[in-house]
């Protein structure tokens, strides 16, 4: 009697044990796991752009929890998301600068039109920048072989502030490139 296939977590899994058959299994979770972070910065940024104080903040947090959401997926680690709202809190905290800033820039909306245009250069690019750090923490952790319940947040300040700076190079290449292409 022939078994009936049983249906996977998400989607993403379904794409690794579609990519397994020409990479191995690691190597498929790994380019899984950094597209879905590409993607969650990229719907951060965006989610700066929305004009209402603090709801922007939520937006991204949001987003940040379902990130971790579906990167324990594709680990295969348990995921809790009230652990994993405490996490990227704590985590967020460990990068002050770039937590504050996120914070004065949604305040800055209040401000009308000039706070409004200030915002909008200022906090989809730290919104994105945040989302894409905490990524990369959590696929670092993932890899190692930890879970939520060991992930201590003071341990990953360093690795958190070089993929920030990762991120925001990553940007300033896109946007040398994109200026290269329109000049004449």
């Known amino acids: 009697?022939?078994?009936k296939p049983t249906a996977s977590a998400s989607p993403e899994r379904d794409e690794a044990i579609a990519a397994g058959s020409t990479t191995t299994e690691?190597?498929?979770?790994?380019?899984?796991?950094?597209k879905l972070v590409d993607r969650f910065a990229v719907w951060s940024g965006v989610a700066g752009f929305v004009p209402i104080p603090v709801v922007d903040l939520l937006c991204v947090g949001g987003l940040q929890v379902q990130m971790?959401?579906?990167?324990s997926q594709i680990?295969?680690?348990e995921f809790s998301e009230n652990r994993g709202k405490v996490l990227i809190a704590a985590l967020a905290g460990t990068m002050?600068?770039?937590t504050s800033g996120m914070g004065a820039a949604s305040a800055v909306k209040t401000v009308p039109i000039l706070g409004m245009l200030a915002a909008g250069f200022v906090m989809p690019v730290l919104s994105a920048g945040a989302t894409y750090a905490i990524g990369k923490a959590f696929i670092q952790h993932f890899e190692s072989g930890g879970t939520l319940l060991d992930f201590n947040p003071p341990d990953y300040?360093?690795?958190?502030?070089a993929q920030?700076?990762?991120w925001e190079s990553r940007s300033s290449a896109r946007k040398?490139?994109?200026t290269t292409a329109t000049t004449p």
């Open 75 to 77: 680990y295969n680690v």
């Open 176 to 178: 040398s490139e994109t």
């Open 164 to 166: 920030k700076e990762m």
């Open 96 to 98: 002050i600068p770039a």
């Open 1 to 3: 009697m022939a078994q």
């Open 26 to 34: 690691t190597e498929a979770r790994d380019v899984l796991a950094n």
């Open 68 to 71: 971790l959401r579906r990167l």
């Open 157 to 161: 300040r360093e690795f958190v502030k």
